[in-house]
Every structure is written in C-alpha cells, then in structure tokens.
C-alpha cells in the first residue's frame, strides 16, 4: 500500500465506521454485522499504526485519549453510589411494595422496572453538557478514575444533546458497563487463541476490561453502557424530570443510551406480569441479566424513605431463579482450606450455566455427600445463581451406573496425612472435618494467599502461582516471612520473571501503610471477617491497644458476638500469634486504624461557631449522631430543615429534596470528608 493509498483508505474507513456508528447507536438499525465491524476497525488501527501521520483528528480511534497510566486516580463520589438489597421471591417482593406503601401510606405508589444488567456500575460527570470524568463505584464512596477507558465505549456520547433545553451545568449520570453476549464469545475466541484464560462469564470480562491500564486496548472489547440513575445534579433545572420513567425518557433526549426496556406498574399483580415477561425476554437481550430493578417511580417520594447503611429503601432488586443444568460428576476431591477445613469438590464435565461455563462444584461437607447419596460417574443437576458457586441440587438416580460406590471420605489430609479431625458445626451446615496441623503446607499457603488478596491487604501478585512456589521451597511460611524476600528470588520462581516480581514487591511495601482492619482481616482469625474486622479498627486507634483487650470489651462493640469475641482474644492469647505481630512490626507494617481515626478527631475549638447545619442522607461512615455530635462540639447548630438560615448541608448517599432545597438556596453542600478534614485541619 503506497502512502496515498493508505490517506485515502484512511478516510474512508473513518467516514465508514462513524456511518456505522450512526446506524448502530442512533437509529437502532446496523448496516453491518458486529463482526464486520470489528474487522473494519482492526483494519484502521492497523493501517493508523503504519502510518500515523494521517490519523484524522476525529477517527473512531481517537475516541481514546491518553497514554497507558501508571496506576488509576482516586475521586472521592460527590454523591455517594449505593447498592441494592436483594429479594428472591414474589412474597419477598410484594412484603417490599407493602412496606414502602405503609411508610408512605397517603400516596398511589408508581413503579418502575428496569433490567437488573449484569455489569458493572459507574459515574460519568458532564459539565456544561462536555463529559468531563468516568468513575467506578469503588467502595461507593471512593471510585477509581477511568475516564480514559470510558471514552472508548461505542455508545457514549462525549458530548449531551443540550438543543432540546438547557442542560445542568453539572450532570451527574450512572449506569451500567456491560459486554454483549455475542462480544463476549467472540473475545473468550480469541484469548483462548492466544494463549490467555478466557474469562468467566460477560461481567468478569467487563470488569477486567475496565481495570486495563491502556484505553488502546479497551478500546478494542466490545464494552457499552446504559444509563438508569443520577449522581450530583446542580443546578437543579425547573424542567427537570421528577419521575424515573421521564428520567429515562430525558437520558434519551439528551442522547444518552438507556435499558432497552423498561416498564411502569402500581400494583403487585401487574408486576409480577412484567416479571414474567422480563424472564422470557431477557434471553433475547443482547446483554446478560440477573433480574429486575423496581424502583419507586416518584423521585421526591423517594426522599422520605432514606437509606440503610447500603441500599435505599425506595428500590429493590429482584434475582431471577438459579439455572440448572444437568451434567456428568467426573470425580469427588477434596481441598484443605486456610483454616484446615477439608472441603469436598465435584469435578464435573463443563456445562454452561447462567452464561459461563462449569466445570466444578462445591459439595460443601461430608454430611451433605452422604445426604445426597452424591457418587463419582453420577449424573447430577446442578445449579449456579449469579455469584454464588455452582452446587450439586441432586442426582438423576435412573442414570447412576450399576458399578456405583458409596464415596468415602478420607479421614486423613490429603496434603499432609495428619489424622482428621471431626467438628460439630453450630449452623445448619453439619459436620466438617478439619486437618489440625497447622504447618500443614495446604494452610500455609491458604493463610499467605488470604493476607494478599484484594479483600485483605490488597498485594498484586500475590495468587496461587507465586505462594504455591514460595511455600513448596520454604521461602515464606508466614506471612511476615513475604517481607524478607528479595526481587531477584521472587523473578528466578517459575512464571514469574522481573516485571511481575517487581509488581509484588511494590505492593508488599505499599500493604505496610494498610489500614487496621485489612490486616485484622488478613490474619484469618477465626471469625473474624471483613465486618468485624472494621468494627474492631473502628474502636481501637492500633494493634497494640486491640492486642490486650479482654472478651468483656469486646462483646460491648456493635456487631461483635460472644464466638467472635472469645474468638479474637484465643487468638491474641497464643504467643505464636503475638511474635507473628512483633516480627510484622519489625518489618515495618503499621496497624494503625484510619477507620478509629476518622471517628475521633478532636474538635476541641469553635471552628464551626455560629454556623447553622442541616444533615440529610446516609454518610458513608458516622452515624448521624456522631455527625452532629461533632458539628455541636466545634460550636455549630444542627437544625432538621433546610431554610434561609442554614450555612451547610451535610449531605450523604440519597440527600434527596433537601439536596436539591439547599442547592436553590445556594447553601454549601458538603461530604463527610470534606467535614472531617475541616475540622482535623482546624480550617473552615
Ligand atoms: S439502580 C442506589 N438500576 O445492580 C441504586 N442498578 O445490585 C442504584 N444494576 O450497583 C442502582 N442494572 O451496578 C440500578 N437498572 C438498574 C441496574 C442496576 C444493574 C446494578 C448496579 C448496582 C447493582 C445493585
């Protein structure tokens, strides 16, 4: 191709694929298949790369902007994004509408109901109708800046459609990513070709895609959006929708794509009938879908119910049954878990539920095997709901084959032969059989694969590959021991090389500053999960003070149990654990509790003399009590309604209309954050 002939198809592809583009986003009716599609778009970035003196300034590839980063930004949601409670069952639903009804009890309720998409959840700022910032939800209060990737989605306008009326000059949106069925094999195809594990399932992809460093190459999955909800919105336009379905009908107007169905009820029978059909439809979305969103149409209405620490009362999510499916039991084996649990698992023929594909099943403990007379060579139905890992609902008797036997469960570990020991659980999940050994390779490598993961202390890098080798040749075998180990150790390891240990070297020393919690969670106490180990770090500043409390101190904190208690101080108790913290100490890990912090910042001044608050909303971490506590002590008022008067809103997940009072009278909105750090800086 001379250099003529490569402008000249340049152009062409460009005008060619922006018609597409058109056809596909605007007028809902493709001019091509998808798979054309790609192969038009591979061949502009192919010949862009040749010759990249003559990339047009608005091709479809410069949608992207930026080069790789290094690692995303933090931003701190001007509103916080919440999550949904979930409901299973019509009764659960019908409690759902009857509850709301009865807390509003002076109003004809209006429903909405959306497609619950199986994505992933994001905010995009538009201001003075330009998209300016693309986040994720993070932990609803804090979100990685992904911007750049969420330029590259095929159907999101940079730009919002403001002829039609005046846009907010700031317009917060929030949707779903989501990756099309068809997209999904095909890029399942390709990294299989490649050489690289395909991903689980449609929402693993997107989130992975999402997570990249480069927009090049996320421009490159078939990733779109729909858009179902709000973030910050100022000001707050006279024309603004005050329902969920003329929000929807104004996301279309301005041009942002919305679900492609959505419907409106005002009872539990016509919902139940939307249901219905949703779950027939939902297999001809384009998109994967776990349920359905029921969503208080009335958007003021929306204020009065509030929120719970998580989720808004005024919507729910509805999950659609698990799906069977049947498949062949290839054999049973069992695994030793961190805490010398020995758990049996199903190998089965790989089968495709839910939209990924199965190959293993959990059998949870012996007394369920023998409860369901579970054997090698049976067929089974098993069954997977969104999450939740796939289990063994029972086995097709008239197809056992006639050479069967009664599996027996071994009584010694598999990975280290001690004896197993049997214990009575208190739940209903019946007996489980543990290894008591706890140098047992198989618990080592457990507790150091817990100590690293993202939940715990956050260390990349630090997955089956790398501890599997370091426990096999005795270079860790606890987890202070992964401080010591050098770089060119960690790169001389099979599959490892320098990059990648250079990576885990990075985060081992980035996990020193950790906060309390994730290491109170990482250590694996048992009993101790991520919610207790935050209710800990929110009453002790460090470890040292949480090291010598006594069960009584601990069964007075919220959430904290006698088991758990007993538990926490067993643990404290046994000198090998209190060297693990000394030589954690001597490696430099802090422990120090960011969470104990941010409760109890001194506010021993007037800072906020005369200065009058109203609070609305959820705050992601005080209690509205502790919030005003701390407003009063630094001098200023808390009143309940908003009014000339007011100086501040104080406003959390869901501030509803007293948001949007306060934004008409100009009154100062601010976050938790903002609060806590004006009074820790002592600056107002
Ligand atoms: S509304 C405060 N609408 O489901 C409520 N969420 O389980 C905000 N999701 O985090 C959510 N489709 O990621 C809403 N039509 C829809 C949705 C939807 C999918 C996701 C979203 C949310 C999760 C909650």
């Given at each position: 191709m001379t250099k003529k002939e490569a402008q000249i198809r340049l152009r062409d592809l460009c005008a060619n694929l922006r018609r597409h583009n058109y056809a596909y986003y605007?007028?809902?009716?493709?001019?091509?298949?998808d798979h054309e599609y790609d192969r038009l778009y591979n061949e502009l970035v192919n010949i862009e790369a040749l010759y990249?003196?003559?990339?047009?300034?608005?091709?479809?590839?410069?949608?992207v902007g930026g080069s790789p980063l290094e690692s995303f930004a933090s931003i701190i949601h001007a509103v916080p994004m919440m999550s949904l409670d979930n409901t299973y069952s019509r009764d659960a639903l019908a409690a759902f509408l009857t509850r709301v009804q009865k807390q509003l009890p002076d109003h004809l309720l209006g429903w909405t109901v959306e497609p619950k998409i199986d994505g992933v959840a994001v905010n995009l700022r538009y201001e003075h109708g330009k998209l300016v910032q693309g986040a994720t939800r993070g932990d609803g209060t804090t979100g990685d800046d992904i911007t750049n990737n969420l330029k590259?989605?095929?159907?999101?306008?940079?730009?919002?459609?403001g002829e039609g009326g005046q846009l907010p000059s700031v317009l917060e949106v929030r949707g779903e990513v989501f990756m099309t069925k068809p997209g999904f094999l095909r890029l399942n195809t390709q990294r299989t070709r490649g050489g690289d594990e395909p991903f689980a399932n449609p929402r693993n992809a997107t989130a992975g895609s999402l997570k990249l460093l480069d927009p090049v190459i996320v421009a490159k999955r078939p990733l779109d959006i729909a858009i179902y909800g709000l973030g910050e919105?100022?000001?707050?336009?006279?024309?603004?929708?005050?329902k969920q379905s003329g929000l929807l009908q104004y996301f279309e107007d301005i041009g942002l794509p919305v679900p492609a169905k959505y419907w409106t009820c005002q009872d539990a029978s016509s919902l139940f009938n939307i249901l219905e059909k949703l779950e027939v439809l939902r297999h001809t979305l384009d998109y994967e879908t776990d349920g359905a969103v029921i969503k208080l149409n009335d958007m003021h209405l929306r204020e009065e119910l509030g929120a719970t620490a998580k989720a808004p009362r005024w919507a729910i999510a509805y999950k659609f049954p698990a799906e069977q499916a049947e498949t062949r039991l290839k054999r049973i084996f069992v695994q030793v878990g961190r805490t010398g649990a020995i758990t049996p698992v199903a190998e089965l023929e790989s089968v495709l539920v839910s939209g990924s594909k199965v190959s293993r099943a959990t059998l949870h403990n012996a007394d369920e095997i023998k409860r369901k007379d579970i054997r090698e060579k049976d067929s089974v139905i098993i069954e997977k709901a969104g999450e939740i890992i796939p289990a063994v609902v029972h086995v097709v008797l008239e197809k056992r084959p006639k050479d069967s036997k009664i599996f027996e469960f071994p009584d010694?570990?598999?990975?280290?032969?001690s004896k197993a020991v049997k214990f009575e659980s208190s739940g209903t999940i019946g007996s489980i059989w543990r290894?008591?050994?706890?140098?047992?390779p198989a618990q080592v490598r457990g507790r150091l694969e817990h100590w690293c993961s993202r939940k715990a202390m956050?260390?990349?890098?630090?997955?089956t590959v790398l501890i599997d080798q370091l426990v096999a040749k005795g270079?860790?075998?606890?987890?202070?021991e992964l401080y010591h180990l050098k770089q060119e150790e960690i790169a001389?390891?099979?599959?490892?090389g320098n990059k990648s240990a250079k990576k885990f070297m990075e985060g081992l020393a980035g996990s020193k500053s950790r906060d309390l919690w994730r290491v109170l969670f990482g250590?694996?106490?048992?009993?101790?999960?991520s919610g207790v180990a935050k209710a800990l770090a929110r009453e002790y500043p460090s470890m040292h003070e949480l090291m010598h409390c006594d069960v009584g101190n601990l069964v007075?904190?919220?959430?904290?149990?006698e088991t758990i208690a007993r538990s926490v101080v067993d643990w404290f108790t046994d000198a090998r654990n209190h060297h693990l913290i000394h030589r954690l100490e001597k490696v430099?890990?802090?422990?120090?509790s960011i969470l104990y912090q941010q409760r109890h910042i001194?506010?021993?001044?007037?800072?906020?003399?005369?200065t009058t608050w109203v609070l609305s909303g959820t705050l992601p971490s005080l209690s509205r009590k502790e919030a005003s506590e701390k407003i009063e002590f630094a001098g200023g008022k808390v009143s309940g309604n908003v009014s000339k008067?007011?100086?501040f809103l104080l406003a959390g997940e869901s501030a509803g209309s007293k948001l949007e009072k306060a934004k008409k009278l100009k009154i100062k909105v601010i976050t938790e954050a903002q609060l806590l750090d004006w009074l820790e800086k002592g600056e107002g």
């Open positions: 605007v007028l809902a009716d493709p001019s091509i298949t990249p003196e003559y990339i047009e300034r608005d091709s479809p590839t410069q949608k590259t989605l095929r159907n999101l306008p940079f730009e919002l459609d919105v100022s000001p707050i336009p006279d024309y603004f929708p005050s010694t570990c598999p990975e280290c032969q290894c008591p050994n706890t140098d047992c956050d260390i990349e890098g630090g997955g270079l860790a075998l606890d987890v202070s001389s390891l099979d599959r490892m250590l694996g106490i048992l009993h101790v999960g007075a904190l919220e959430d904290v149990g430099g890990l802090k422990m120090e001194k506010t021993d001044n007037d800072l906020l003399h005369d008067k007011t100086n």
